[in-house]
């Protein structure tokens, strides 16, 4: 795993192009770790026992949250998306809002005015959300611009990763919550199966762990988050208290003609009892209009078998991502 602290990302050295190129280029984990950031880790700290005094309110709460007919992609879901199994995935449940600050009146179905906040319930939600979140694009706004002079480098007439974490109005976070798994509903080997993510970049916190009673769990507990590498081999890693973990999406695959390459990457189920976790990880992804562009005759021939499947020449992103979304939702989005 790469990592940088936050004073060489500020620093914007031409040597940490290289670290670049092993994060995110064709022999990298698709991760980047930046540590040290300024206030983070309080923003952290604030923000991840939240999704659980959320988690663990009545059912009957909860789905007051739900907007079915955004597809659940604002408030709560849970048991909507699907596992490689075919079966709901019971095991975790989510809270999606949109940090943007800007306008956005002409992305209707990601704007701001969607976001809906359980004030009643969890009055520090959504403060601590927009805090934290504001730190992380901050991050990875330095990250994009590191990229883009990395693509150009590296034969792509444009680069734009910068410009779409900076422009973007349709970014998505989304707060995780797994139910403990002394559940017998939820037992599974993992708790989040393998996927890549769909956006450009995705900024990961490390989790917290909580026991029955609610006490939080060690900062110790590994983070199991697994890796699938560019060779087949899977990876086990986990994210340092004080760092912020950036992936790279497919939408910057796209973008890049392949010069980046998501990973495959996947949650294990700890080997300690009767813990639940909670996580944050914020989606840096274009606007909903935005053409995603890709050279096919630029594409490498190794990257070429690893170009999103849902992919076809031609989609905005937000066509794009509901092509993803249904491969992942489907059975209950029709």
Not at 269 to 274: K, N, Q, S
Not at 294 to 303: G, I, R, S, T, Y
Request: proline content about 4%; charged content about 20%; hydrophobic content about 35%.
């Amino acid at each position: 795993m790469q990592t940088v602290s936050y004073e060489e990302l500020v620093e914007n050295e031409e040597t940490l192009l290289d670290v670049i190129e092993k994060a995110y280029g064709p022999n990298g984990l698709g991760i980047l770790t930046i540590s040290g950031v300024p206030d983070y880790a309080e923003a952290r700290t604030k923000l991840l026992p939240l999704i659980r005094d959320f988690g663990i309110l009545p059912d009957d709460i909860k789905q007051q949250f739900e907007r079915k007919e955004l597809n659940y992609q604002f408030g709560w879901s849970h048991g909507i998306e699907m596992l490689q199994s075919g079966k709901p995935d019971v095991g975790k449940g989510s809270y999606y809002a949109n940090p943007s600050t800007k306008e956005n009146f002409s992305n209707s179905n990601m704007a701001v005015d969607h976001n809906i906040w359980p004030s009643e319930f969890v009055p520090s939600l959504e403060a601590a959300f927009f805090d934290i979140s504001s730190i992380m694009t901050g991050v990875a706004f330095k990250v994009a611009d590191l990229c883009d002079r990395f693509a150009l480098n590296n034969g792509q007439k444009v680069a734009t990763m910068k410009k779409v974490v900076d422009n973007s109005t349709s970014s998505k976070g989304r707060l995780l919550y797994y139910f403990p798994t002394c559940d017998s509903a939820v037992k599974m080997d993992q708790w989040c199966g393998w996927h890549c993510d769909h956006s450009t970049l995705t900024c990961l916190t490390k989790a917290m762990y909580f026991d029955k009673d609610g006490l939080h769990v060690s900062e110790s507990l590994r983070d199991d988050l697994v890796i699938q590498a560019r060779n087949k081999e899977q990876t086990s890693m986990s994210i340092p208290v004080d760092s912020i973990a950036i992936q790279i999406g497919q939408a910057a695959q796209i973008d890049s003609n392949g010069v980046f390459l998501a990973t495959p990457h996947a949650v294990s189920v700890p080997a300690v009892a009767d813990i639940s976790r909670a996580t944050y990880a914020l989606f840096l992804q274009p606007d909903w209009n935005y053409l995603l562009k890709c050279d096919m005759n630029l594409v490498q021939p190794e990257a070429m078998h690893s170009m999103p499947e849902q992919y076809q020449s031609g989609m905005t992103f937000g066509e794009f991502s509901d092509a993803t979304v249904k491969k992942f939702y489907r059975s209950n989005l029709e």
